[in-house]
């Protein structure tokens, strides 16, 4: 199961990469560029979403059929080795958190980039016609 959290991790890391180069000032030269790309990588990046879910079900799995470790019952060794799965998930539970946040703030800040590019466009034909 390793390799779908690097996956996963990857997709996020190129989506918060992308809400970054869209959202710097200064980058007017590329933002059209970006904006394209961005714009086609949006369906793709919607993979995302069910993958997530897949792998939430999976932590959930894991949690329901992990035995537990009690005060006494356990060795420290097993102590310790529940402790790591409990951080394990945790962990990918925050990272599929975050996969979802990017891909929402991907989502809505190239939707509004559109729009302002659109707005824009818009103004220049108004001033034009005065």
Same mark, same amino acid.
Not at 9 to 14: D, V
Not at 93 to 121: C, E, G, M, P, R
């Given at each position: 199961? #390793?390799?779908?959290?690097? $996956?996963?991790?990857?997709?996020?890391?190129?989506?918060?990469?992308?809400?970054?180069?869209?959202t710097?000032?200064?980058?007017?030269?590329?933002?059209?560029? *970006?904006?394209? $790309?961005?714009?086609?990588?949006?369906?793709?990046?919607?993979?995302?979403?069910?993958?997530?879910?897949?792998?939430?079900?999976?932590?959930?799995?894991?949690?329901?059929?992990?035995?537990?470790?009690?005060?006494?019952?356990?060795?420290?060794?097993?102590? *310790?080795?529940?402790?790591?799965?409990i951080?394990?998930?945790?962990?990918? #539970?925050?990272?599929?958190a975050?996969?979802?946040?990017?891909?929402?703030?991907?989502y809505?800040?190239?939707? *509004?980039?559109?729009?302002?590019?659109?707005?824009?466009?818009?103004?220049e034909?108004?001033?034009?016609?005065?």
């Amino acid at each position: 199961m #390793a390799l779908e959290w690097v $996956v996963l991790g990857y997709a996020a890391a190129a989506e918060a990469i992308m809400v970054l180069l869209l959202t710097i000032p200064g980058l007017d030269a590329l933002r059209k560029g *970006l904006v394209a $790309v961005t714009k086609n990588l949006l369906k793709p990046f919607l993979s995302v979403v069910p993958f997530c879910l897949f792998l939430l079900m999976d932590i959930y799995w894991k949690y329901e059929t992990r035995p537990s470790c009690e005060a006494d019952s356990c060795t420290p060794t097993e102590h *310790l080795r529940h402790q790591k799965s409990i951080m394990k998930s945790q962990r990918n #539970a925050l990272l599929i958190a975050a996969a979802l946040l990017f891909y929402w703030l991907l989502y809505s800040v190239t939707h *509004l980039v559109v729009k302002i590019d659109l707005l824009n466009q818009r103004l220049e034909r108004l001033k034009r016609t005065d």
